[in-house]
Nanobody, 118 residues
């Protein structure tokens, strides 16, 4: 397995949209779960969303009905479509891939910065 790599972060106005990508070659073909987390300075890391190989999603209450997680197996990529963004969504967003025979192996990406500001 290789470390995942996030992309798609940037500066967006409140109410705007942004799509994050997490590419993990050789992992998405056979994995246990993929998670998105976010963290701001001085705060604990917050879980955002996960998706299973079957495409089953789960979301934190803070992003429910605003964020959508999807999987593109052909591109070895998981996406996080973020809409109606709020200043409190500002954070470093990181993906974590989990795999292995017993789902014992996890790898973190370096993260991509999302800033929501006018």
């Amino acid at each position: 397995q290789t470390q995942p790599l996030e992309s798609g972060g940037g500066l967006v106005q409140p109410g705007g949209s942004l799509r994050l990508s997490c590419r993990a070659p050789g992992f998405i073909d056979n994995f246990c779960v993929m998670n998105w987390y976010r963290q701001t300075a001085g705060n604990q890391r917050e879980w955002v969303s996960w998706i299973t190989p079957a495409g089953q999603p789960m979301y934190a209450d803070s992003v429910k009905e605003r964020f959508t997680i999807t999987l593109d197996a052909v591109k070895d990529t998981v996406y996080l479509q973020m809409t109606n963004l709020r200043p409190e969504d500002t954070a470093m967003y990181s993906c974590r891939t989990t795999g292995g025979k017993w789902c014992e192996r996890s790898l973190w990406g370096p993260g991509t910065q999302v800033t929501v500001s006018s």
